[in-house]
């Protein structure tokens, strides 16, 4: 077989597994429930912010969106994520995942289409979120800023890179339960240690010698570097302030950053799912 | 059709198929035997390219899953020991998603052609979660002939069925086969091997003991066909000119009822019957009695006996 039919046949293959996929996201009743607590969050603290404005008469932030718009891109990359974990996982426990590798479908293909279609909901949530804060704006009366829609393009990017991270696990785990754990540790560990970090850096030693805070302090800061380098989080905090404060170029190198790391963990999937094997 | 040598698959603890080198013809059933353990589900995985092998080759239809996995996956069906399906899926989504994955043509015509000849056309709109096990059984095996394919592998096609399902089952398999279908089954329920397989392999502890049809795994274990005559008149010279026949290796007589051993290598049963009625006996009947599948598998199986296979037999 030459290898564009071989390369056909995986993308129509993935094709098959993404509609499938997707139309399970789709019709379940989660992805909704999701999406709706995501965009109230982010109404929520609009309307702290309209609040303040109104008694204070100050705009707090140079952009009154960009800071709900990334709380609600992290729950819902979050959840993306999390249901390919859940459900690459189960497809292994469960033994469908060796049903589908009995006919035409290989590791490439299958990765894709799991990928792929949790992406194009993300995709599809995200122009969900667009119309939704246009209607608040227009409601509040506060314009939508250019750079929004280039935090827009980050952000699919920053769910690329969070929903690869959620294949990747689940390709190597053994389990649903040990694929939730690593997951669920991951995210957790990540936005503890760079909350920590913020919250610890506003507090003042009150001496240069053996003191503890000093000493976490430099600790989380050490591991701060670490994550600014390999979390999505961290790569969408950086790329909005980036892009707020006009740097393009930083900006640009985020996007691109992102996309080479959603490229690494997709291929590392690809591997992990032919070393781990389709059998529980 | 499907070839292997030396196929070796090692686990850290445990090496659970050595050295396996089996071949599997054109348009036969080819029965896979072995208890509990013997790894041939771990051979099965290795043959659809589940497990890699740790060492040794196999090829299908002539070459290797590597070299042309797509056309060899498109041309085998299988029916797994769990019949596992998508829970969100009702019979015939889940049918129609499977024509998809093997990009089939006019699909619905075959879904409902194979969903009417097991009887499951009226239960097409519900979940297979909701099937008893003998239709999920036979819902994988739609799935299994949907792509019409070349060769199918069942994996305890069977197991847990009534003996309706069963005799369904046997049904498909017969068709298939004389359809040309190459079948490899792998049972614990040796009768239904034994009514269908042209060929058997029997694996223990990892090892392929034999590979015979089923005549020649009988010759293998015992050289001697069980033939019962009763008779009338026994004369007391019965004993005595039994014993002068070289071709009988033993003999017993219980009364009416003569248990005779007589050698398997040609069909000595007229030169027989001449004899016991020149000893002026009369026969009343007269019937030959072959070691079962059963007891031949258990003969290879057995751990007393199994110094027999120990390179003698393969």
Redesign the interface.
């Known amino acids: 077989m030459s290898d564009t039919s071989k390369i056909y046949k995986q993308i129509q293959t993935a094709i098959t597994i993404h509609k499938r996929d997707f139309r399970i996201t789709v019709f379940g009743p989660i992805i909704y429930i999701m999406s709706t607590i995501s965009i109230t969050i982010g109404i929520v603290i609009i309307r702290n912010y309209l609040s303040y404005i109104e008694s204070n008469g100050l705009y707090p932030m140079p952009d009154l969106f960009s800071f709900p718009y990334r709380w609600v891109i992290i729950l819902t990359g979050v959840y993306l994520a999390f249901s390919a974990v859940v459900a690459i996982a189960r497809e292994r426990e469960s033994g469908a995942m060796e049903l589908l590798f009995y006919g035409p479908v290989d590791n490439v293909s299958y990765v894709i289409g799991k990928y792929s279609a949790q992406l194009t909901v993300y995709c599809l949530l995200i122009i969900l979120y667009l119309i939704c804060f246009f209607i608040i704006s227009n409601i509040a009366g506060v314009q939508i800023p250019a750079s929004f829609f280039m935090m827009m393009l980050l952000s699919l990017f920053t769910g690329a890179y969070l929903i690869s991270v959620g294949v990747f696990v689940s390709t190597i785990s053994k389990s649903v339960r040990s694929a939730t754990l690593v997951f669920l540790t991951l995210i957790a560990s990540t936005l503890l240690i760079q909350a920590s970090q913020a919250w610890l850096s506003n507090i003042a030693p009150e001496s240069d010698y053996y003191n503890p805070v000093l000493l976490l302090q430099q600790l989380l800061g050490w591991v701060q570097v670490v994550l600014t380098w390999l979390s999505p989080f961290s790569y969408l905090n950086y790329g909005v302030n980036e892009m707020l404060r006009g740097n393009m170029v930083a900006f640009l190198r985020v996007v691109g950053l992102s996309f080479v790391f959603c490229m690494t963990f997709i291929v590392s999937s690809i591997i992990g799912l032919k070393i781990r094997g389709v059998r529980q | 059709m499907i070839s292997t040598r030396n196929l070796t698959k090692t686990y850290p603890e445990v090496e659970a198929v050595k050295q396996v080198t089996l071949n599997v013809r054109a348009g036969e059933v080819y029965g896979f035997l072995g208890p509990n353990g013997a790894g041939k589900s771990t051979t099965m ?1 290795m043959l ?5 092998p740790t060492s040794g080759e196999l090829s299908l239809f002539g070459t290797s899953l590597q ?5 060899i ?2 041309a ?1 069906g ?1 029916v ?1 020991e ?1 019949p ?3 829970d ?1 899926m009702t019979a015939w989504e889940f049918l129609s ?2 024509a ?4 089939m043509e006019s699909k619905e015509n075959r879904i409902n052609e194979l969903m009417e000849t097991v009887g499951l056309r009226q239960y097409a709109n519900i979940r297979p979660s909701e099937y008893s096990r003998g239709m999920r059984q036979k819902l994988s095996f739609v799935r ?1 002939l949907l792509h019409k394919p070349d060769l199918l592998m069942l994996d305890e096609p069977v197991s847990g069925l009534d003996p309706h399902g069963i005799r369904q089952i046997r049904g498909l398999i017969e068709e298939q086969k004389k359809s040309g279908t190459t079948i490899f089954i792998s049972s614990h329920i040796l009768s239904e091997i034994e009514r269908t397989a042209d060929r058997i392999a029997i694996m223990h502890k990892g090892k392929l003991l034999v590979e015979d049809n089923l005549d020649g795994l009988r010759y293998s274990v015992d050289q001697s066909v069980r033939v019962n005559v009763e008779v009338a008149n026994v004369p007391e010279s019965l004993s005595r000119v039994l014993s002068e026949i070289p071709h009988i290796v033993d003999h017993n007589i219980d009364g009416q009822h003569i248990e005779i051993r007589l050698d398997a290598s040609l069909d000595y049963r007229a030169e027989l019957s001449s004899a016991i009625t020149a000893s002026g006996a009369t026969i009343i009947g007269m019937e030959t009695r072959k070691a079962s599948l059963e007891e031949t598998f258990m003969t290879f199986t057995d751990d007393n006996v199994i110094g027999l296979s120990k390179g003698e037999v393969q």
């Open positions: 995985a659809l390219g589940l497990i890699k070299d042309d996995y797509f056309a996956k498109n085998i299988v797994g769990n596992y399906f998508f969100e998603f499977h998809d994955i093997f990009m299994a």
